[in-house]
């Protein structure tokens, strides 16, 4: 039991033999057992498997699997689930990839159909694009559609086909559409305009009242007009929208776009009432994958088309980040005015710090600290001649001269020890020390001293500083000591110390098995 090594949730070795689901693959060779990317298959040097049986007769050699299929093969067979298929050709057998996936069990030779292993009278044929025929039957996705052509079906692009009485957009028919004069005029990612000579659709549904014949696409790949109207998609933009000045002024990554025209302002195809197309424009850099979109005219200041309420002064005001923004005067922090800042000299720092010549902040916060003499330790902590803060918590009753920096969110003064800037309870100063993690050397967030393990700033209960050990070595926080098991700061309830461990990537001792520290029960 000890030498047995897990590879998947299937299978596993031991220095005897292969198992699969806990059943032994009888004349398996250890040594050069593997698995294929099919979690079904596996092959030593010997013998290629399926579901831990011999494949009889199977050239270990040649053998492969077809991709996207349940079929296989080698140089003189081919295989369906493991079993020889009667009667096919190894050399051009191939199976159906795109046309069938909800159903991996067509295939072909160059003589012959199968289905399921097994010849078939049944004609298929992959058309393309998730398009397919089976006799005189089309199919989108294994999904038959009932009124298709097959004689004339033909397939276009992007989930479009045709034939000689109906468009299609994947499983759905584009009512009334012309087939004779239907074309695609362009796509993005998966969304297309397409046209015939009645209509303009877009992702096969009709723009109402769209003119084909003065139908173009704008500079950005979201917009369209025609003499009638501006579109986004299939939506029409407000019904007051001028075509002839329409322009779009920019666009983030999920589409959402700022647009104008002589008289008004959009957001998407909504007029932003009262915004000033004349004195309009954006702040934040188009494409951008942050969570705000903002934009300015002379009055206000817009996020997402909406007014965002700021007592700034909108001329000069810039974003900075996702929570700054300044103008001449302040900065601002989620649009509260940073009273005493001065947004000439801001700027923001890392881990949620900023300052200006005057202050430090933290998350617009205003410290006590002298920004011309403000030290940045590591982490969390900033501190002047007078204080010592980590993040925004000052620390009350320090003694600054003699405070230092350890391991991890651990520091000490000559009177304390602090973990993320809390205190100790009664800790021993002289014998403390931070514990490093036993096989990767990284520091861990336990520690002790000549009484007890502390993990943060929470001390074990009954733990045993001298036979108190890490033995996890990443991001898992299990340790041990004569008495108990910990995971974090909380023992194990009933967990065995003398043989706890961790084997194939699995917490046990000698009666259970465990994860994130609590019991669990271990299924193949």
């Given at each position: 039991?000890?030498?047995?090594?897990?590879i998947?949730?299937?299978?596993?070795?031991?220095?005897?033999?292969?198992?699969?689901?806990?059943?032994?693959?009888?004349d398996s060779?250890?040594?050069?057992?593997?698995?294929?990317?099919?979690?079904?298959?596996?092959?030593?040097?010997?013998?290629?498997?399926?579901?831990?049986?011999?494949?009889?007769?199977?050239?270990?050699?040649?053998?492969?699997?077809?991709s996207?299929?349940?079929?296989?093969?080698d140089?003189?067979?081919?295989?369906?689930?493991?079993?020889?298929?009667?009667?096919?050709?190894?050399?051009?057998?191939?199976?159906?990839?795109?046309?069938?996936?909800?159903?991996?069990?067509?295939?072909?030779?160059?003589?012959?159909?199968?289905?399921?292993?097994?010849?078939?009278?049944?004609?298929?044929?992959?058309?393309?694009?998730?398009?397919?025929?089976?006799?005189?039957a089309?199919?989108?996705?294994?999904?038959?559609?009932?009124?298709?052509?097959?004689?004339?079906?033909?397939?276009?692009k992007?989930?479009?086909?045709?034939?000689?009485?109906?468009?299609?957009?994947?499983?759905?028919?584009?009512?009334?559409?012309?087939?004779?004069?239907?074309?695609?005029?362009?796509?993005?990612?998966?969304?297309?305009?397409?046209?015939?000579?009645?209509?303009?659709?877009?992702?096969?549904?009709?723009?109402?009242?769209?003119?084909?014949?003065?139908?173009e696409?704008?500079?950005?790949?979201?917009?369209?007009?025609?003499?009638?109207?501006?579109?986004?998609?299939?939506?029409?933009?407000?019904?007051?929208?001028?075509?002839?000045?329409?322009?779009?002024?920019?666009?983030?990554?999920?589409?959402?776009c700022?647009?104008?025209d002589?008289?008004?302002?959009?957001?998407?195809?909504?007029?932003?009432?009262?915004?000033?197309?004349?004195?309009?424009?954006?702040?934040?850099?188009?494409?951008?994958?942050?969570?705000?979109?903002y934009?300015?005219?002379?009055?206000?200041?817009?996020?997402?088309?909406?007014?965002?309420?700021?007592?700034?002064?909108?001329?000069?005001?810039?974003?900075?980040?996702?929570?700054?923004?300044?103008?001449?005067?302040?900065?601002?922090?989620?649009?509260?005015?940073?009273?005493?800042s001065?947004?000439?000299?801001?700027?923001?720092?890392?881990?949620?710090?900023?300052?200006?010549?005057?202050?430090?902040?933290?998350?617009?916060?205003?410290?006590?600290?002298?920004?011309?003499?403000?030290?940045?330790?590591?982490?969390?902590?900033?501190?002047?001649?007078?204080?010592?803060?980590?993040?925004?918590?000052?620390?009350?009753?320090?003694?600054?001269?003699?405070?230092?920096?350890?391991?991890?969110?651990?520091?000490?003064?000559?009177?304390?020890?602090?973990?993320?800037?809390?205190?100790?309870?009664?800790?021993?100063?002289?014998?403390?020390?931070?514990?490093?993690?036993?096989?990767?050397?990284?520091?861990?967030?336990?520690?002790?001293?000549?009484?007890?393990?502390?993990?943060n700033?929470?001390?074990?209960?009954?733990?045993?500083p001298k036979?108190?050990?890490?033995?996890?070595?990443?991001?898992?926080?299990?340790?041990?000591?004569?008495?108990?098991?910990?995971?974090?700061?909380?023992?194990?309830?009933?967990?065995?110390?003398?043989?706890?461990?961790?084997?194939?990537?699995?917490?046990?001792?000698?009666?259970?098995?465990?994860?994130?520290?609590?019991?669990?029960?271990?299924?193949?």
């Amino acid at each position: 039991a000890s030498s047995f090594k897990a590879i998947d949730t299937d299978y596993g070795t031991d220095i005897h033999s292969a198992y699969y689901k806990g059943e032994k693959i009888l004349d398996s060779d250890v040594n050069s057992f593997e698995t294929f990317s099919h979690d079904d298959y596996s092959k030593d040097k010997n013998n290629i498997y399926f579901r831990g049986k011999k494949i009889i007769s199977a050239d270990v050699a040649s053998f492969e699997l077809i991709s996207n299929s349940d079929y296989s093969k080698d140089k003189n067979n081919v295989y369906y689930l493991g079993e020889k298929v009667i009667g096919a050709a190894a050399d051009t057998f191939t199976a159906s990839k795109d046309a069938y996936r909800s159903d991996d069990s067509y295939g072909k030779d160059k003589n012959s159909s199968f289905y399921k292993g097994q010849k078939t009278n049944e004609v298929f044929k992959d058309l393309g694009d998730n398009y397919s025929q089976k006799n005189n039957a089309v199919y989108y996705n294994n999904i038959i559609l009932e009124e298709a052509d097959a004689a004339t079906f033909e397939v276009l692009k992007d989930g479009y086909a045709k034939d000689k009485n109906s468009v299609y957009h994947e499983i759905m028919k584009i009512k009334n559409a012309d087939p004779g004069t239907f074309k695609l005029i362009t796509c993005f990612n998966t969304n297309c305009y397409s046209k015939d000579k009645n209509f303009v659709y877009y992702n096969g549904e009709k723009i109402e009242n769209s003119d084909p014949g003065t139908f173009e696409i704008l500079d950005t790949e979201y917009f369209a007009k025609d003499k009638n109207s501006v579109y986004l998609g299939h939506q029409i933009i407000d019904k007051d929208v001028d075509s002839k000045t329409f322009k779009v002024l920019g666009c983030n990554f999920t589409a959402d776009c700022y647009s104008v025209d002589a008289k008004n302002v959009y957001y998407g195809t909504t007029k932003i009432n009262g915004a000033d197309p004349a004195s309009f424009k954006i702040l934040t850099k188009n494409n951008t994958r942050e969570i705000y979109y903002y934009a300015k005219d002379k009055k206000n200041l817009y996020n997402f088309g909406e007014i965002e309420k700021i007592d700034a002064d909108i001329n000069t005001i810039e974003i900075i980040d996702r929570f700054y923004k300044k103008d001449k005067n302040y900065v601002y922090y989620e649009n509260k005015r940073m009273e005493q800042s001065d947004s000439k000299t801001f700027v923001v720092l890392d881990r949620g710090f900023s300052k200006d010549k005057n202050s430090v902040y933290y998350y617009g916060k205003r410290l006590l600290i002298n920004s011309k003499n403000a030290v940045f330790d590591k982490r969390d902590y900033v501190r002047d001649e007078n204080y010592i803060y980590y993040g925004g918590q000052i620390l009350e009753n320090v003694d600054i001269t003699s405070f230092v920096l350890l391991e991890e969110e651990y520091s000490r003064d000559k009177n304390n020890i602090y973990y993320a800037g809390r205190k100790l309870s009664n800790p021993n100063l002289a014998t403390f020390e931070v514990i490093k993690k036993d096989k990767s050397g990284n520091n861990g967030e336990y520690a002790k001293d000549k009484n007890s393990v502390y993990y943060n700033e929470k001390r074990l209960s009954n733990s045993d500083p001298k036979t108190f050990k890490i033995i996890s070595d990443n991001w898992e926080d299990y340790s041990l000591d004569k008495n108990n098991v910990y995971y974090g700061s909380e023992i194990i309830i009933g967990a065995d110390p003398k043989s706890f461990k961790k084997l194939d990537n699995v917490w046990m001792d000698k009666s259970n098995t465990y994860e994130r520290g609590r019991k669990v029960e271990l299924k193949w």
